[in-house]
Protein backbone atom coordinates (compact mmCIF):
# COMPACT_ATOMS: atom_id res chain seq x y z
CA UNK A 1 0.00 0.00 0.00
CA UNK A 2 1.42 3.18 -1.30
CA UNK A 3 0.75 7.01 -0.21
CA UNK A 4 2.32 10.40 -1.73
CA UNK A 5 3.06 13.27 1.09
CA UNK A 6 4.19 16.02 1.12
CA UNK A 7 5.88 15.31 -2.68
CA UNK A 8 7.21 12.22 -1.26
CA UNK A 9 6.22 8.58 -2.15
CA UNK A 10 5.70 6.21 0.77
CA UNK A 11 5.56 2.66 0.70
CA UNK A 12 4.19 1.17 3.41
CA UNK A 13 4.37 -2.59 4.33
CA UNK A 14 0.97 -3.09 6.23
CA UNK A 15 0.45 -6.75 6.69
CA UNK A 16 -3.02 -6.34 8.04
CA UNK A 17 -3.58 -9.16 10.05
CA UNK A 18 -6.94 -11.83 8.83
CA UNK A 19 -10.03 -10.96 10.75
CA UNK A 20 -11.62 -14.21 10.39
CA UNK A 21 -13.30 -16.11 13.55
CA UNK A 22 -10.91 -17.37 15.57
CA UNK A 23 -11.38 -21.01 16.48
CA UNK A 24 -8.80 -21.69 20.01
CA UNK A 25 -10.03 -21.33 23.16
CA UNK A 26 -11.22 -18.44 24.01
CA UNK A 27 -9.20 -17.24 27.62
CA UNK A 28 -10.85 -15.26 30.01
CA UNK A 29 -8.26 -13.14 31.38
CA UNK A 30 -5.79 -12.66 28.06
CA UNK A 31 -6.07 -9.20 26.37
CA UNK A 32 -3.07 -9.81 23.93
CA UNK A 33 -5.53 -12.56 21.83
CA UNK A 34 -7.38 -9.09 21.54
CA UNK A 35 -4.74 -7.41 19.46
CA UNK A 36 -5.43 -9.63 16.61
CA UNK A 37 -8.86 -8.57 15.87
CA UNK A 38 -10.43 -5.65 14.40
CA UNK A 39 -10.67 -2.44 16.27
CA UNK A 40 -9.78 -3.66 19.81
CA UNK A 41 -6.41 -3.57 18.62
CA UNK A 42 -6.39 0.12 18.03
CA UNK A 43 -4.88 0.14 21.28
CA UNK A 44 -2.99 -2.06 23.54
CA UNK A 45 -3.84 -1.87 27.09
CA UNK A 46 -2.87 -4.99 29.12
CA UNK A 47 -5.61 -4.35 31.94
CA UNK A 48 -8.74 -5.82 30.04
CA UNK A 49 -9.76 -9.67 29.63
CA UNK A 50 -10.37 -11.38 25.99
CA UNK A 51 -13.13 -9.92 23.69
CA UNK A 52 -13.90 -13.46 22.13
CA UNK A 53 -14.51 -15.36 25.82
CA UNK A 54 -17.05 -12.27 26.41
CA UNK A 55 -18.75 -12.96 22.97
CA UNK A 56 -18.70 -16.70 23.77
CA UNK A 57 -20.35 -15.92 27.08
CA UNK A 58 -22.86 -13.19 25.89
CA UNK A 59 -23.85 -16.22 23.08
CA UNK A 60 -24.53 -18.54 25.42
CA UNK A 61 -26.87 -16.83 27.15
CA UNK A 62 -29.07 -16.83 24.36
CA UNK A 63 -29.80 -13.27 25.27
CA UNK A 64 -32.47 -10.58 23.38
CA UNK A 65 -32.33 -7.62 21.66
CA UNK A 66 -33.57 -5.94 24.06
CA UNK A 67 -31.04 -7.20 26.90
CA UNK A 68 -29.14 -4.87 28.87
CA UNK A 69 -25.56 -5.69 28.92
CA UNK A 70 -23.21 -3.51 32.03
CA UNK A 71 -20.05 -3.36 33.01
CA UNK A 72 -18.89 -1.19 35.85
CA UNK A 73 -15.17 -1.39 34.97
CA UNK A 74 -15.30 -1.05 31.03
CA UNK A 75 -11.22 -0.30 30.28
CA UNK A 76 -10.87 0.47 27.02
CA UNK A 77 -14.31 -0.74 25.92
CA UNK A 78 -13.60 -4.33 25.29
CA UNK A 79 -16.74 -5.59 26.14
CA UNK A 80 -18.67 -2.53 24.80
CA UNK A 81 -17.87 -3.37 21.79
CA UNK A 82 -18.70 -6.89 21.82
CA UNK A 83 -22.19 -5.81 22.73
CA UNK A 84 -22.24 -3.67 19.93
CA UNK A 85 -20.99 -6.48 17.35
CA UNK A 86 -24.25 -8.49 18.80
CA UNK A 87 -26.37 -6.00 18.34
CA UNK A 88 -27.23 -5.64 21.90
CA UNK A 89 -27.90 -2.73 24.31
CA UNK A 90 -24.87 -2.31 27.11
CA UNK A 91 -23.25 0.37 29.07
CA UNK A 92 -20.17 0.96 30.88
CA UNK A 93 -18.37 3.16 33.22
CA UNK A 94 -14.31 4.07 33.39
CA UNK A 95 -13.03 6.28 35.79
CA UNK A 96 -9.58 6.53 34.39
CA UNK A 97 -9.82 10.12 32.05
CA UNK A 98 -7.00 8.76 29.28
CA UNK A 99 -8.63 5.19 29.13
CA UNK A 100 -12.03 7.05 29.17
CA UNK A 101 -11.20 8.52 25.85
CA UNK A 102 -9.44 5.81 24.44
CA UNK A 103 -12.88 3.79 24.75
CA UNK A 104 -14.86 6.39 23.40
CA UNK A 105 -12.71 6.65 20.39
CA UNK A 106 -12.70 2.85 19.61
CA UNK A 107 -16.92 3.35 19.63
CA UNK A 108 -16.08 6.12 16.96
CA UNK A 109 -15.82 3.32 14.69
CA UNK A 110 -18.69 4.53 12.03
CA UNK A 111 -16.77 7.80 11.24
CA UNK A 112 -15.65 9.29 7.92
CA UNK A 113 -13.14 7.12 6.73
CA UNK A 114 -12.00 9.39 4.18
CA UNK A 115 -12.20 12.70 6.09
CA UNK A 116 -10.10 10.61 8.88
CA UNK A 117 -7.06 9.23 5.89
CA UNK A 118 -7.60 12.63 4.50
CA UNK A 119 -6.94 14.23 8.46
CA UNK A 120 -3.44 12.10 8.92
CA UNK A 121 -2.38 12.46 5.79
CA UNK A 122 -2.33 16.38 6.23
CA UNK A 123 -1.30 16.08 9.57
CA UNK A 124 2.06 14.67 8.39
CA UNK A 125 2.29 16.67 5.56
CA UNK A 126 2.10 20.01 8.45
CA UNK A 127 4.44 18.29 10.68
CA UNK A 128 7.31 17.44 8.27
CA UNK A 129 7.09 21.37 7.68
CA UNK A 130 8.28 22.12 10.78
CA UNK A 131 12.24 22.56 10.95
CA UNK A 132 12.61 24.38 14.39
CA UNK A 133 15.00 21.95 16.40
CA UNK A 134 12.56 20.71 19.41
CA UNK A 135 14.73 19.38 22.51
CA UNK A 136 12.76 16.66 24.72
CA UNK A 137 14.86 18.07 27.78
CA UNK A 138 11.37 19.74 29.36
CA UNK A 139 10.14 15.82 29.67
CA UNK A 140 12.88 13.68 31.08
CA UNK A 141 10.56 10.11 30.41
CA UNK A 142 10.35 11.16 26.16
CA UNK A 143 14.21 11.79 26.51
CA UNK A 144 14.51 8.19 27.69
CA UNK A 145 12.60 7.03 25.66
CA UNK A 146 13.00 8.12 22.17
CA UNK A 147 15.87 9.09 19.99
CA UNK A 148 16.38 13.05 19.26
CA UNK A 149 15.24 12.46 15.55
CA UNK A 150 12.04 10.59 16.65
CA UNK A 151 11.05 12.71 19.46
CA UNK A 152 11.77 15.77 16.82
CA UNK A 153 8.86 13.86 14.33
CA UNK A 154 6.56 12.95 16.86
CA UNK A 155 6.52 16.63 18.75
CA UNK A 156 6.04 18.27 15.54
CA UNK A 157 3.15 16.00 14.90
CA UNK A 158 1.80 17.22 18.11
CA UNK A 159 2.49 20.27 17.53
CA UNK A 160 1.00 20.29 14.41
CA UNK A 161 -2.39 18.08 16.04
CA UNK A 162 -2.55 20.87 18.33
CA UNK A 163 -3.00 23.69 15.79
CA UNK A 164 -5.54 21.63 13.43
CA UNK A 165 -7.92 19.87 15.28
CA UNK A 166 -10.88 21.21 18.00
CA UNK A 167 -11.07 19.35 20.77
CA UNK A 168 -14.31 17.10 20.90
CA UNK A 169 -14.22 16.33 16.99
CA UNK A 170 -14.66 12.97 16.16
CA UNK A 171 -12.17 12.88 13.79
CA UNK A 172 -9.87 14.52 15.77
CA UNK A 173 -10.28 12.09 18.34
CA UNK A 174 -9.26 9.42 15.98
CA UNK A 175 -6.34 11.22 14.73
CA UNK A 176 -5.43 11.49 18.09
CA UNK A 177 -6.10 7.78 19.45
CA UNK A 178 -3.73 6.75 15.96
CA UNK A 179 -0.76 9.39 17.17
CA UNK A 180 -1.23 8.28 20.54
CA UNK A 181 -0.72 4.09 20.15
CA UNK A 182 2.04 4.22 17.81
CA UNK A 183 4.37 6.05 20.88
CA UNK A 184 5.61 2.55 22.19
CA UNK A 185 6.47 1.11 18.63
CA UNK A 186 8.63 4.28 18.35
CA UNK A 187 9.94 3.83 21.44
CA UNK A 188 14.05 1.78 21.40
CA UNK A 189 12.80 1.06 25.08
CA UNK A 190 11.40 -1.73 26.99
CA UNK A 191 7.83 -2.20 27.98
CA UNK A 192 6.81 -4.31 30.50
CA UNK A 193 4.02 -7.01 29.95
CA UNK A 194 1.90 -5.12 32.06
CA UNK A 195 2.74 -1.47 30.29
CA UNK A 196 5.55 -0.10 32.37
CA UNK A 197 7.89 1.83 30.93
CA UNK A 198 11.60 -0.16 31.09
CA UNK A 199 13.97 2.78 30.06
CA UNK A 200 17.15 0.86 30.70
CA UNK A 201 16.22 -1.72 28.43
CA UNK A 202 16.04 -2.25 24.68
CA UNK A 203 14.27 -3.53 21.38
CA UNK A 204 15.73 -4.37 18.36
CA UNK A 205 12.12 -2.99 15.92
CA UNK A 206 11.57 0.64 15.77
CA UNK A 207 9.45 2.43 13.71
CA UNK A 208 9.75 5.40 11.74
CA UNK A 209 6.72 7.70 13.29
CA UNK A 210 5.41 9.50 9.64
CA UNK A 211 4.84 6.11 8.20
CA UNK A 212 3.82 4.30 11.58
CA UNK A 213 1.11 6.81 11.60
CA UNK A 214 -0.29 6.20 8.21
CA UNK A 215 0.02 2.46 8.68
CA UNK A 216 -2.10 2.42 11.59
CA UNK A 217 -4.31 5.00 9.78
CA UNK A 218 -5.04 2.27 7.07
CA UNK A 219 -5.60 -0.44 9.91
CA UNK A 220 -7.89 1.40 11.70
CA UNK A 221 -9.75 2.45 8.57
CA UNK A 222 -9.53 -1.15 7.82
CA UNK A 223 -11.05 -2.42 10.98
CA UNK A 224 -14.25 0.43 10.41
CA UNK A 225 -15.01 -0.95 7.17
CA UNK A 226 -15.03 -4.69 8.66
CA UNK A 227 -17.13 -3.36 11.54
CA UNK A 228 -19.43 -1.81 8.58
CA UNK A 229 -19.60 -4.87 6.73
CA UNK A 230 -19.98 -7.59 9.91
CA UNK A 231 -23.13 -5.64 10.98
CA UNK A 232 -21.53 -3.86 14.00
CA UNK A 233 -24.86 -1.61 15.55
CA UNK A 234 -24.52 2.01 17.59
CA UNK A 235 -26.06 0.02 21.18
CA UNK A 236 -23.59 0.82 23.54
CA UNK A 237 -22.95 3.72 25.40
CA UNK A 238 -19.43 4.12 27.77
CA UNK A 239 -19.89 7.20 30.46
CA UNK A 240 -17.56 8.62 32.76
CA UNK A 241 -18.64 7.43 36.45
CA UNK A 242 -17.64 5.50 39.65
CA UNK A 243 -18.85 1.72 40.03
CA UNK A 244 -18.68 2.78 43.73
CA UNK A 245 -21.40 4.98 43.51
CA UNK A 246 -23.23 5.26 40.30
CA UNK A 247 -25.60 8.06 39.62
CA UNK A 248 -26.26 7.36 35.54
CA UNK A 249 -27.86 3.88 35.42
CA UNK A 250 -31.74 3.79 36.13
CA UNK A 251 -32.36 1.09 39.12
CA UNK A 252 -33.48 -2.12 38.00
CA UNK A 253 -32.68 -1.57 34.29
CA UNK A 254 -29.45 -3.75 33.92
CA UNK A 255 -29.91 -7.78 32.96
CA UNK A 256 -26.23 -9.19 32.66
CA UNK A 257 -22.47 -7.80 33.83
CA UNK A 258 -19.81 -9.13 32.84
CA UNK A 259 -17.02 -7.08 34.24
CA UNK A 260 -13.30 -7.22 35.14
CA UNK A 261 -12.50 -5.08 38.67
CA UNK A 262 -8.95 -4.52 39.14
CA UNK A 263 -6.57 -7.04 41.33
CA UNK A 264 -5.24 -6.54 44.82
CA UNK A 265 -2.57 -7.28 43.27
CA UNK A 266 -0.69 -4.02 43.59
CA UNK A 267 -0.66 -2.82 39.92
CA UNK A 268 -0.63 0.63 39.57
CA UNK A 269 -3.50 1.05 37.03
CA UNK A 270 -2.45 4.79 37.03
CA UNK A 271 0.90 4.22 35.59
CA UNK A 272 0.22 2.02 32.90
CA UNK A 273 -0.52 5.04 30.42
CA UNK A 274 2.59 7.30 31.78
CA UNK A 275 4.21 7.28 28.17
CA UNK A 276 0.90 8.39 26.62
CA UNK A 277 0.05 10.98 28.88
CA UNK A 278 3.60 12.72 29.49
CA UNK A 279 3.53 12.90 25.74
CA UNK A 280 0.47 14.49 25.62
CA UNK A 281 1.71 17.15 29.02
CA UNK A 282 -1.46 15.65 30.56
CA UNK A 283 1.64 14.78 33.33
CA UNK A 284 4.72 15.89 33.20
CA UNK A 285 6.25 13.68 36.05
CA UNK A 286 5.50 10.14 38.07
CA UNK A 287 4.59 12.94 41.03
CA UNK A 288 1.67 14.09 39.01
CA UNK A 289 -0.29 10.99 38.04
CA UNK A 290 -2.00 11.05 41.36
CA UNK A 291 -4.64 13.71 41.19
CA UNK A 292 -4.36 12.89 36.65
CA UNK A 293 -5.42 9.51 37.33
CA UNK A 294 -5.02 7.61 40.50
CA UNK A 295 -7.31 9.33 43.23
CA UNK A 296 -10.30 8.33 40.80
CA UNK A 297 -9.73 4.33 40.76
CA UNK A 298 -10.15 1.58 43.03
CA UNK A 299 -7.82 1.55 45.41
CA UNK A 300 -6.04 -2.00 44.58
CA UNK A 301 -2.03 -0.82 45.18
CA UNK A 302 0.00 0.24 47.70
CA UNK A 303 0.68 3.69 45.94
CA UNK A 304 -2.86 4.68 46.15
CA UNK A 305 -3.21 4.00 49.73
CA UNK A 306 0.54 5.71 51.02
CA UNK A 307 -0.55 8.85 48.90
CA UNK A 308 -3.95 8.77 50.35
CA UNK A 309 -2.63 8.30 54.08
CA UNK A 310 -5.00 5.93 55.38
CA UNK A 311 -6.11 5.01 58.79
CA UNK A 312 -7.12 1.01 58.98
CA UNK A 313 -8.53 1.74 62.37
CA UNK A 314 -10.65 4.44 60.18
CA UNK A 315 -11.34 1.90 57.04
CA UNK A 316 -12.34 -1.08 59.50
CA UNK A 317 -14.92 0.89 61.24
CA UNK A 318 -16.96 1.15 57.31
CA UNK A 319 -19.96 -0.66 57.47
CA UNK A 320 -20.02 -2.23 54.14
CA UNK A 321 -17.40 -4.55 55.19
CA UNK A 322 -19.23 -6.33 57.63
CA UNK A 323 -19.70 -9.33 56.53
CA UNK A 324 -16.00 -10.05 55.87
CA UNK A 325 -15.07 -7.61 58.50
CA UNK A 326 -13.30 -9.99 61.45
CA UNK A 327 -11.17 -11.94 58.68
CA UNK A 328 -10.42 -8.95 56.85
CA UNK A 329 -9.11 -7.23 59.99
CA UNK A 330 -7.13 -10.34 60.93
CA UNK A 331 -5.22 -10.52 57.77
CA UNK A 332 -4.36 -6.28 57.51
CA UNK A 333 -3.46 -6.47 60.74
CA UNK A 334 -0.56 -8.80 60.12
CA UNK A 335 0.28 -7.03 57.05
CA UNK A 336 0.79 -3.69 58.94
CA UNK A 337 2.95 -6.07 61.02
CA UNK A 338 5.04 -7.62 58.70
CA UNK A 339 5.46 -4.08 57.02
CA UNK A 340 7.89 -3.02 59.29
CA UNK A 341 10.16 -5.94 58.59
CA UNK A 342 10.45 -5.59 54.50
CA UNK A 343 12.50 -2.78 53.01
CA UNK A 344 9.86 -0.95 51.40
CA UNK A 345 7.39 -0.83 54.13
CA UNK A 346 4.24 -1.16 51.24
CA UNK A 347 1.03 0.16 52.69
CA UNK A 348 -0.83 -2.71 52.13
CA UNK A 349 -2.78 -2.95 54.82
CA UNK A 350 -4.72 -0.17 54.31
CA UNK A 351 -4.77 -1.03 50.76
CA UNK A 352 -6.10 -4.44 51.05
CA UNK A 353 -9.30 -2.49 53.73
CA UNK A 354 -9.51 -0.08 51.21
CA UNK A 355 -9.84 -2.56 48.19
CA UNK A 356 -12.72 -4.44 49.69
CA UNK A 357 -14.60 -1.30 50.74
CA UNK A 358 -14.41 -0.12 47.26
CA UNK A 359 -15.76 -3.53 45.77
CA UNK A 360 -18.23 -3.80 48.91
CA UNK A 361 -19.60 -0.15 47.47
CA UNK A 362 -19.96 -1.74 43.73
CA UNK A 363 -22.35 -4.40 44.92
CA UNK A 364 -24.49 -2.22 46.85
CA UNK A 365 -24.26 0.02 43.56
CA UNK A 366 -24.86 -3.30 41.24
CA UNK A 367 -28.03 -4.86 43.48
CA UNK A 368 -29.72 -1.14 43.50
CA UNK A 369 -29.48 -1.77 38.97
CA UNK A 370 -29.74 -5.28 38.52
CA UNK A 371 -32.93 -6.61 37.92
CA UNK A 372 -34.30 -9.61 40.02
CA UNK A 373 -33.25 -12.43 38.18
CA UNK A 374 -29.53 -10.98 36.77
CA UNK A 375 -26.17 -12.43 36.37
CA UNK A 376 -23.04 -11.16 37.23
CA UNK A 377 -19.40 -12.42 36.10
CA UNK A 378 -16.49 -11.11 37.75
CA UNK A 379 -13.24 -12.33 36.43
CA UNK A 380 -10.76 -11.81 39.18
CA UNK A 381 -7.55 -12.70 40.48
CA UNK A 382 -6.54 -13.66 44.39
CA UNK A 383 -3.21 -11.40 45.72
CA UNK A 384 -0.84 -12.21 48.48
CA UNK A 385 1.41 -9.37 49.11
CA UNK A 386 4.20 -9.99 51.33
CA UNK A 387 3.39 -13.77 51.22
CA UNK A 388 -0.04 -12.99 53.01
CA UNK A 389 -3.33 -15.01 51.06
CA UNK A 390 -6.13 -12.93 50.54
CA UNK A 391 -8.93 -14.77 49.18
CA UNK A 392 -10.69 -12.63 47.04
CA UNK A 393 -13.16 -14.78 45.62
CA UNK A 394 -14.49 -15.73 48.76
CA UNK A 395 -14.72 -12.24 50.20
CA UNK A 396 -16.40 -10.90 47.47
CA UNK A 397 -18.61 -13.41 47.06
CA UNK A 398 -20.21 -12.58 51.09
CA UNK A 399 -20.14 -9.08 50.14
CA UNK A 400 -22.71 -9.55 47.48
CA UNK A 401 -24.62 -12.20 49.73
CA UNK A 402 -24.91 -9.24 51.97
CA UNK A 403 -26.64 -6.81 49.63
CA UNK A 404 -29.15 -8.91 48.60
CA UNK A 405 -27.91 -11.39 45.62
CA UNK A 406 -28.84 -14.90 46.30
CA UNK A 407 -25.71 -17.06 44.87
CA UNK A 408 -22.08 -17.54 43.97
CA UNK A 409 -19.86 -19.54 42.66
CA UNK A 410 -15.99 -19.33 41.71
CA UNK A 411 -14.78 -21.23 38.55
CA UNK A 412 -10.83 -20.97 38.41
CA UNK A 413 -9.67 -20.72 35.43
CA UNK A 414 -5.99 -20.66 35.66
CA UNK A 415 -3.14 -20.71 38.22
CA UNK A 416 -0.61 -17.24 38.75
CA UNK A 417 2.70 -16.95 40.13
CA UNK A 418 3.92 -19.94 38.67
CA UNK A 419 6.23 -18.34 36.19
CA UNK A 420 8.25 -15.26 37.19
CA UNK A 421 11.86 -16.26 38.80
CA UNK A 422 11.90 -12.87 40.80
CA UNK A 423 8.33 -13.88 42.55
CA UNK A 424 8.52 -12.75 45.94
CA UNK A 425 6.56 -15.55 47.66
CA UNK A 426 5.26 -19.32 46.58
CA UNK A 427 1.92 -18.89 47.88
CA UNK A 428 0.02 -20.53 45.26
CA UNK A 429 -2.43 -18.34 43.08
CA UNK A 430 -5.67 -18.35 40.92
CA UNK A 431 -7.33 -16.68 38.44
CA UNK A 432 -11.52 -17.20 37.53
CA UNK A 433 -15.21 -16.15 37.20
CA UNK A 434 -17.18 -15.35 39.74
CA UNK A 435 -20.49 -15.81 39.26
CA UNK A 436 -23.34 -13.67 40.98
CA UNK A 437 -27.69 -14.34 40.49
CA UNK A 438 -30.48 -13.28 42.06
Sequence with gaps: MSTIINNQYFLFDLDLPPVQENKRRARTGAFTDNMKLPIHRWFRYSAGFSAEWVEKMLTSEMLQNETVFFDPFAGSGTSLLVVEKLGLKGFGLETHPFVLRIAKIKLSWNANQHKFLTAISDLIEKAQKIEKDISPSDVPLLYKCFTRDTFQRLE???????????????????????????????????????????????????????????????LMVHDMQYAMDNGFQKTALIINDDARFISTVDNQSIDIVITSPP????????????????????????????????????????????????????????????????????????LETIRHEKGG???????IAAYFIDLAHTWISLRRLCKDNSKLCFVIGDSAPYGVYIPVDEWLGKLALSVGFKHYKFEKIRDRNIKWKNRKHRIPLKEGNLWVSG
Design 156 to 218: ALRLSFQDSFSPGETIADLVWLALTSILRDCSGVGTAQWQYILPNKSKSRVLEPFSALMNKAY
Design 263 to 334: YPNNYDYADATRLEMTFWRDITSWGDIHEAVRKYLIRSCSQHSAKDRLCLDDLLDDPAIEPIRDELSEVCKT
Design 345 to 351: KKTYHTM
